[in-house]
């Protein structure tokens, strides 16, 4: 309970928010299910879904074109150009391949 104390008394910014009876109701069961508070499951729902959202985000997505076309030049690489193959060369003199 120590931890739930200090976490209140550092929080600082305030949101507000307008809903209808309805969604106030349904939040409200929710959140009695649970055992907690209104505004405590409002904000960690919203934390949940903002963290969802955000990792989603962040991923790449890749077209169905794209996608095949990176499977394909890994199946069929294309073959090494001259520049490619100094770079290996040097790779492997770095590194006394060679």
């Known amino acids: 309970m120590l931890n739930t104390r200090k976490s209140q008394l550092s929080k600082k910014e305030r ?3 307008r809903l ?5 109701e349904l ?5 009695e299910i649970e055992g907690t508070t209104l505004t405590d499951f409002v904000i960690r729902s919203a934390q949940s879904h903002a963290r969802q959202v955000i990792s989603e ?5 890749l077209s169905l074109e794209d996608s095949q076309s990176f499977v ?4 069929n690489p294309p073959a090494p150009n ?3 193959m100094k770079a290996a060369a ?6 006394g391949l060679e």
């Open 72 to 75: 394909e030049s890994l199946l």
């Open 90 to 95: 040097e790779y492997k003199k770095a590194i």
């Open 57 to 61: 985000h962040n991923q790449i997505k």
């Open 27 to 31: 939040l409200q069961i929710a959140a």
């Open 82 to 84: 001259e520049r490619m």
């Open 20 to 24: 209808t009876s309805e969604q106030k």
């Open 15 to 17: 949101l507000e928010a």
